[in-house]
Structure formats: C-alpha cells, structure tokens
C-alpha cells in the first residue's frame, strides 16, 4: 500500500520527480498534444508554411470556428495541436509579446526570441504547486531578416528548431514521411505541397478544402492564409481532392 501511495504522489503531483526522474503530468500533457488533429510546418527556401487538419467532428459546426492556424505578429504564424484553450492562452500571450516587444524596441521580435519567450512560460507550469502544464504543442514559424525558421514548443517548455515536423495525431508516421520527402531549398509552391502531401497521409490521401488549413509566411507578403478556393485548386492538382462520395462515407462513419 504505501508504495502505491507514493507512486499516486508522483502522479499527482507536478513538482515531485518519480524516482526514475519523470514528471508524470507532463507526459500526460504530451498524450494529449497526441490526440489533437495534425498540424504540419514546412521551410521553404524563402518562406516557412503551416498547414494543419480542420476536419469538423459533425457537419453541423461551423468549419470556420476551428481554430489551428493563428496570427501572432505580421511575420510570425502559429499551428496547434492538443487542447484548443490552452493554445488560444499561449497565442495571445505569444501575441503580447510580440506587441511589446514593438513598442520597446521599435521592431519585429525573432522568432527564436518569441519561441523561448512562449517556452520559458510554458516551463513556469511544470514546477508550481496547484498548476497543470499546457496539454498542448506549437509550431511557430516566421521570417527573421529574411531567413525562414522554424520552431516547435513541448509540454515540458523545451524548443525546437526544425526543416519540417509535424505534431499531433500520427505524429511519427507523419515525421517519416517528411524525413523522406523533404528537399532543402524548397519554393513555396512546393512547400505547400508537400504541407498537404503530408496531412493526406493520415486522411486515406485525400483531403477536403475545408477541412484543412495553410498558411504561408514570407518576408514580402508576411502571414497569409490561403482561401478554401485556393486549397481546392492545389488540391485538384496534386490529385488530393476528396469527391463528395467520400465526404459523405465519413460523415456516415
């Protein structure tokens, strides 16, 4: 009995070790960043995209209420994975941040700055009393003077810079397909395909324009975000394009 009490203490307990060294509630965080729907970056050559899955779990919601792809600064983008409040509480701090970093220095904040700026945030949640970790994964993507960089943050307030990675659902299926498809140097037209390429990977190979989101950073046009006409057209033409048969054979699943 008492050394399940204490395996329950090192359960429970966010600022308590195990005594091999684990903290419990922050692998049970990264479970949860597990079961969120995949969200995929990519670095091009002059631009970096982020492409996540929007698939709505009934056809009554509205598609443009599920939020994965976020704004944090004209030249800086965020997808998520994991629990959605938790991302939208980092996002408007990754927000704030930006914000004050404008007015404090009179310029754009890097985006490896931001990220660890978010991560450090994060880090504060694994080691106080009475607080959970965020139950949820970013990638934080941006141009710095005209470099993209690429960036991932974990539960446990630890970042990572990336040429492309995925987070969420499938994370691993998804990573080795990028390990085996990715070519530095790549344009954004090609980024965004192989974005897409990598999301239908875990969608039986096709994919629904409104059930995906992409978003695009570059040094001219800064964040951008494609429009469901746009991603059908690209879609369409990397032979992606789910017909309303299979539309419908999901919705009866």
């Not at 729907?37 to 899955?53: F, K, N, P, Q, Y």
Request: charged share 30%; hydrophobic share 35%; proline share 3%.
């Amino acid at each position: 009995m008492q050394g399940q009490s204490q395996q329950q203490a090192y359960d429970r307990g966010i600022t308590i070790f195990s005594p091999d060294g684990r903290l419990y509630q922050v692998e049970y965080a990264r479970e949860a960043v597990k079961r969120g729907t995949a969200s995929v970056g990519v670095r091009g050559e002059d631009a970096v995209v982020l492409a996540a899955d929007k698939r709505a779990r009934s056809s009554l919601m509205e598609p443009a209420s599920i939020e994965k792809l976020h704004k944090a600064d004209d030249h800086v983008g965020v997808a998520s994975a994991g629990h959605v409040a938790d991302a939208r509480q980092l996002i408007d701090f990754a927000r704030r941040q930006a914000q004050v970093n404008r007015l404090r220095y009179g310029e754009a904040i890097g985006i490896e700055t931001l990220t660890k700026t978010i991560t450090d945030h994060i880090q504060q949640y694994t080691q106080v009393g009475g607080a959970r970790p965020f139950g949820v994964a970013l990638i934080v993507g941006g141009v710095d003077d005209g470099e993209p960089r690429l960036f991932e943050t974990d539960p446990s307030g630890t970042p990572y810079e990336w040429q492309a990675l995925s987070i969420g659902s499938n994370r691993s299926d998804l990573r080795d397909y990028l390990e085996a498809e990715y070519e530095a140097g790549l344009s954004t037209d090609e980024a965004v395909g192989l974005a897409l390429d990598t999301l239908a990977q875990s969608n039986d190979g096709e994919l629904a324009p409104d059930g995906v989101g992409v978003a695009t950073i570059t040094a001219e046009d800064g964040y951008t975000e494609r429009s469901a006409e746009e991603l059908e057209s690209i879609l369409d033409d990397r032979d992606l394009l789910a017909t309303d048969e299979d539309e419908e054979e999901s919705d009866d699943e």
